[in-house]
């Protein structure tokens, strides 16, 4: 292997909105994935298409937030709007079940810290809630201080997530408001493109849509980055006929 097929290849793909912005990273990463097996995390054992490392920016997000399927096309939409209106409320609320050791909402606005302690010789892990909602406090911010500024930032992400089975994949939310409107920078540590993509930038787009009217500008752009934004191998067959590429051989 020559130096220069060891080089990361970062791809940048424009859309005008987010069904644009699906079919066109469907597309990219047939042609310009990699193929790995997965040693750890979702589908260990099985083959992943990934991208080295992604940048996604789109400009209308709210113009088509879910996927156009092809007319009388057999393949199954990933998402609906029903499913994002629901996603909304996971976002904007802490609720969790019993089975759930985070969600986004609750990171964004009831975070927990997690405190180890030992009660009779038996350690027991309690939540420390943090007082912060990030959503608050980033509209708060724009409306009492201007919009020059860089640290309007809502952050999933923790420490200790990273002894988590399951640690969450998006981890940040930038924002800035810039030209009279409010756009969001996100950065995902893994991002499945079939299904989590569609119904992860919908809800955010939704989100976003939402702070846009507090703060009282226009809603703007959505730049998303990714050295984790992938196609599971049950997707890849499905990704080919959506995207009119039905003869490519995908090499494992």
Same mark, same amino acid.
């Given at each position: ?188 540590? /893994? ?34 980055? /990714? ?26």
């Amino acid at each position: 292997m020559s130096e220069k097929q060891r080089e990361l290849k970062p791809v940048y793909i424009e859309a005008f909105d987010l069904d644009d912005a699906w079919f066109k990273s469907l597309s990219e990463i047939l042609e310009r994935g990699h193929v790995y097996k997965i040693d750890r995390g979702s589908y260990a054992g099985q083959h992943r298409l990934e991208f080295d490392f992604v940048t996604v920016r789109v400009k209308n997000p709210a113009h088509q937030i879910i996927p156009i399927m092809p007319e009388g096309s057999a393949i199954p939409a990933p998402t609906d709007m029903n499913y994002i209106q629901q996603y909304l409320q996971y976002l904007l609320t802490s609720c969790k079940t019993e089975t759930e050791n985070y969600t986004y909402g609750e990171r964004l606005v009831d975070p927990k810290a997690k405190i180890e302690t030992e009660v009779d010789g038996k350690k027991m892990v309690k939540d420390m809630p943090l007082q912060c909602n990030q959503i608050e406090e980033v509209i708060k911010m724009y409306k009492t201080e201007g919009f020059g500024t860089n640290q309007a930032i809502m952050e999933i992400g923790m420490p200790s997530d990273i002894k988590l089975h399951d640690p969450p994949c998006l981890r940040l939310i930038d924002t800035r408001v810039r030209y009279g409107k409010l756009h969001f920078i996100l950065y995902f540590r /893994s991002w499945d493109l079939w299904g989590g993509f569609p119904s992860n930038l919908g809800g955010l787009e939704l989100v976003k849509q939402h702070m846009a009217d507090e703060i009282g500008v226009e809603n703007g752009e959505i730049i998303a980055c /990714s050295k984790g934004l992938h196609l599971y191998e049950y997707a890849w067959e499905l990704a080919k006929q959506r995207t009119h590429k039905n003869d490519l051989e995908i090499k494992v």
